[in-house]
């Protein structure tokens, strides 16, 4: 499983930008796709979420800002971020927690992150 994440960059507080992560590979089923993100000194954290059925889940500060969707045929999975702020300011990673065909046990993978800095 690869996952490849685009959509990051540098953007004035207010703004809006759109995080895309594509998922690659063959022999897997997707359960679930999120975002991730990580400030510099700060421990990774959970963004948001999306299942296979399409229940979310977002951090407490984002929710009201940001939403996750996926397009489950293109096995892609999308962050729009709205109102940002400095504190969004982060390096995110896209995730994706999949099963592999005949087995029921749960892998997690990790893309390499995409930065996304928010001036004030």
Known sequence: VQLQAS???????????????AASGTGFTIKAMGWYRQAPDNNRELVATITDIGTTDYEDSVRARFTISRD??????????????????????????VTRWGRTN??????????VTVSS
């Open 72 to 97: 489950g045929a293109k096995r892609m999975v999308y962050l729009q971020m709205n109102s940002l702020k400095p504190e969004d300011t982060a390096v995110y990673y896209c995730n994706a927690e």
């Open 7 to 21: 959509g990051g960059g540098l953007v004035q507080a207010g703004g809006s930008l759109l995080l895309s992560c």
């Open 106 to 115: 749960h892998l997690r993978y990790w893309g390499l992150g995409t930065q």
